[in-house]
T-cell receptor, first 113, second 113 residues
Framework: ETGVTQSPTHLIKTRGQQVTLRCSSQ?????VSWYQQALGQGPQFIFQ???????GRGNFPPRFSGLQFPNYSSELNVNALELDDSALYLC????????????FGNGTRLTVT | DQQVKQNSPSLSVQEGRISILNCDYT??????FLWYKKYPAEGPTFLIS?????DKNEDGRFTVFLNKSAKHLSLHIVPSQPGDSAVYFC????????????FGKGTKLTVNP
């Protein structure tokens, strides 16, 4: 059973740039959720995708967007990066919109300078 | 406005003793609660959960207690082992599962040999 994998592991970007983070779901999982974890905070829900459709969104601006592909892998895109976007971005997969516990990847550490 | 609060940033216990981690919540619509464990440089790992229709759930050394009237839950680890040293996150959902989880800030548990 392959777990959730995220790439890249670390990334440094400049304010105003755009970034794309990638996530491969655990085998058999059709739901992907993205969370942002700022330093010293718990993970904060960004959005969830189920069968390629957005299925709920947290309190994040539209410059945070996502995609889920037919193989259930996913991307998180952030436009017009701000310094406060510096955080650990966690992808989690699950079965059927959360009927099973979330399985998290190890995250992508994004630093915006 | 923090809906899930873990008021103890850290906890230190001796190996073999009980570890008690606490969590309070303010949103009465939460109906499902989870605990996740996180080691450095890894994603959170699901530990145990409890539905609001129960007041206790047990899985091996881990027991979660829910007091709905007090809006309080706790995680008991007995006996504690050095490998339990990690950051523990309390999370809650209104959806009855793992959708749109709201996390606390975490408690760092250190189990001393």
């Amino acid at each position: 059973e392959t777990g959730v994998t995220q790439s890249p592991t670390h990334l440094i970007k400049t304010r105003g740039q755009q970034v794309t983070l990638r996530c491969s779901s655990q085998s058999g999982h059709n739901t992907v959720s993205w969370y942002q974890q700022a330093l010293g905070q718990g993970p904060q829900f960004i959005f969830q995708y189920y069968r390629e459709e957005e299925n709920g969104r947290g309190n994040f601006p539209p410059r945070f967007s996502g995609l889920q592909f037919p193989n259930y892998s996913s991307e998180l895109n952030v436009n017009a990066l701000e310094l406060d976007d510096s955080a650990l971005y966690l992808c989690a997969s699950s079965l059927d919109r959360g009927l099973s516990p979330l399985h998290f990847g190890n995250g992508t550490r994004l630093t915006v300078t | 406005d923090q809906q899930v609060k873990q008021n103890s940033p850290s906890l230190s216990v001796q190996e073999g003793r009980i570890s008690i981690l606490n969590c309070d919540y303010t949103n009465s619509m939460f109906d499902y609660f989870l605990w996740y464990k996180k080691y450095p440089a890894e994603g959170p790992t699901f530990l145990i959960s409890i539905s609001s229709i129960k007041d206790k759930n047990e899985d091996g050394r881990f027991t979660v207690f829910l007091n709905k009237s007090a809006k309080h839950l706790s995680l008991h680890i007995v006996p504690s082992q050095p490998g339990d040293s990690a950051v523990y996150f309390c999370a809650a959902s209104e959806q009855g599962g793992s959708e749109k989880l709201v996390f606390g800030k975490g408690t760092k548990l250190t189990v001393n040999p």
